[in-house]
């Protein structure tokens, strides 16, 4: 998978037409990438495990996912996804924008169900799994959109749509609760505002002073809420975000090595390759070849 099908969706990338925004992705992890950086876009996502086993982040809380599982993530909300020790995960993005669903002129599906969603009034699971009443009817849906995406028969913008009506009557009938917003809300927006400024200029030299001044506050109190919000010092987390798309683009160009370390910000080529040893365990150019 080349880099730009998976970096900054909300920045670089339409999903199918703009007509109807509604696409599909086959991934693997680590075969494609050591694992997805925290992001977030517009569009609504779910994440559809079909082997294997990972680690999927919602919202700054982690879950162990399997095969069967699929993860609902909401526009707006900070995910990412990450490789589960030295286990593989095979799964498949679905990504539509929630235009497709909602009512121009507003009706009853989109006032009393998927706006109170979007706003945090009416809760569904983030993750469901065989175990969740209705699942296999709940999966079902997903597995019927596959089928049609596989052929596009005619007018199959009107089967895809069932399938989401569907896959959503099924949740909001079995298993939504009413919400209160969530008391970290305010955190969240100030990450996602952190998240898409290192999305925008991680290739460029950041630092604590930029990113703290981008969100109005002191490095020291922007150092202390990183390391507590995130559990890993904002140098820390910039690194891993720089070496993975580093990896990317090894696996997916014959850019050389040096012009890789500067493209994910690095200007030093020896510290990129000793961090990049570090991390994965080899150096880039075996990385390169071993995939």
């Known amino acids: 998978m080349h880099i730009s099908e998976y970096e900054n969706y909300q920045e670089k990338k339409d999903h199918g037409s703009p007509t109807f925004p509604y696409t599909t992705y086959l991934c693997s992890i680590p075969l494609d990438f050591s694992s997805v950086p925290l992001h977030w876009h517009e ?11 990972g680690q999927v982040m919602v919202d700054l809380e982690a879950y162990s996912v399997s095969a069967g599982t699929l993860v609902l993530i909401l526009p707006g909300q900070l995910h990412s ?50 175990e969740l009443e209705n699942y296999h009817k709940i999966a079902a849906c997903i597995d019927q959109a596959d089928e049609i995406c596989k052929t596009y028969p005619k007018a199959f913008q009107f089967a895809i749509k069932s399938q989401l009506f569907s896959f959503f009557y099924l949740l909001f ?36 002073a930029d990113v703290a001044s981008e969100i109005g506050v002191s490095p020291s109190h922007f150092m202390k809420y990183f390391k507590n919000t995130m559990g890993t010092s904002f140098i820390d987390y910039l690194n891993e975000y720089r070496l993975s ?6 696996l997916s160009s014959d850019v050389s090595i040096l012009d890789i370390a500067n493209e994910a910000g690095f200007d030093n080529l020896s510290y ?19 995939r």
């Open 43 to 53: 569009e609504m996502e779910i994440i559809y495990i079909k082997k294997g086993k």
């Open 81 to 130: 996804i990450q490789q589960f020790e030295d286990s593989s995960m095979e799964y498949e993005n679905i990504i539509f924008h929630p235009d497709i669903l909602l009512s121009k002129k507003g009706d009853d599906c989109s006032n009393d169900f998927l706006l109170p969603l979007f706003t945090n009034m009416i809760s569904l699971p983030t993750c469901i799994t065989p």
């Open 272 to 290: 990129f390759n000793r961090l990049f040893k570090k991390r994965f365990g080899i150096t880039p150019s075996n990385y390169r070849k071993s």
């Open 245 to 250: 798309m580093a990896s990317r683009l090894l």
């Open 173 to 208: 009938s079995t298993c939504a609760d009413m919400a209160n917003m969530p008391k970290n809300k305010r955190s969240l927006d100030k990450m996602k505002q952190i998240i898409k400024y290192i999305e925008c200029n991680y290739m460029e030299k950041i630092t604590i």
